[in-house]
């Protein structure tokens, strides 16, 4: 349902009284499907171009070359609107996810189509799927929730759209363990009963193999491995992989 071909994101380094102008490639000719019903893993140490690719997926960010489909139509021909009804990312700064100046129920109002009837419950709905249901949650504002809880009504917040595909950029990363475990239910939950499409990006293998049914891997923009959870686990010769077994901070 979607399917990514070939892509590639070049920057340009500025020049400098010593250096000239140079390009730098954040991801080189990377190709690959997410399929229905399924999660897919992005995973890589910082700046592997991990978060780049889930931006051109999202349409934050153009491509230099490649095309990106979704269900056989190329994402260029899509709306705003129509994108954002079907994809959806969640980032990793909780903190940041909300205007701190608004209300978290005028935040889950604002992201409710006109269409939806019912917008409360609806609303409640999604809450109750991140495990979200304090009686007087549309009152109260960002800063009076904790890391976890905001992470969790960014979910939320993402969910209300119906999207085909959800992407969860390191959405743990700033959270204690507890939270990330909390964080991580929720999602094999969502996997489970909303049947959503997933792109978990993560530099934490190990939580990937928990959730993933497929995983790519990245370093400096390449590709370096794509395939099942089996395949990934049994290329002992790859230093690089061994090395994201052995940094992870989620243990299985």
């Known amino acids: 349902m979607l399917k990514v071909e070939n892509v590639t994101k070049i920057y340009k380094k500025s020049a400098s009284l010593f250096k000239k102008e140079e390009d730098f490639k954040a991801l080189n000719n990377v190709s690959f499907e997410l399929e229905e019903h399924k999660v897919l893993s992005i995973i890589g140490e910082s700046g592997s171009g991990k978060t780049t690719l889930a931006k051109i997926i999202c349409s934050l960010l153009p491509c230099d070359d490649g095309k990106i489909e979704i269900n056989n139509k190329n994402i260029l021909d899509y709306t705003k609107q ?91 990363a700033s959270l204690d363990v507890i939270n990330q475990s909390l964080i991580m239910d929720i999602f094999y939950k969502i996997k489970k009963e ?27 923009g390449n590709m370096v491995k794509y395939g099942n959870i089996e395949e990934i686990k049994s290329d002992k010769t790859n230093g690089y992989i061994n090395e994201l077994i052995n940094a992870t901070y989620l243990m299985e």
Do not use: C
Not at 132 to 153: A, T, V
Not at 199 to 220: C, G, P, V
């Open 194 to 220: 909303q049947k959503t499409n997933i792109i978990f990006i993560t530099h934490d293998i190990s939580a990937a193999f928990k959730i993933s049914d497929k995983i790519l891997i990245l370093q400096n």
């Open 82 to 172: 129509e994108l954002s009804n079907t994809v959806q990312m969640i980032f990793q700064n909780p903190y940041a996810s909300f205007n701190p100046k608004l209300t978290i129920g005028y935040s889950l109002y604002e992201a409710v189509d006109e269409d939806i009837k019912n917008k409360k419950d609806f609303i409640n709905e999604k809450l109750a799927l991140v495990d979200m249901k304090e009686d007087d949650i549309f009152d109260k504002y960002p800063h009076q929730f904790s890391g976890g809880q905001r992470q969790r009504i960014a979910i939320a917040r993402a969910l209300l759209k119906n999207p085909e595909i959800l992407i969860a950029d390191e959405p743990f």
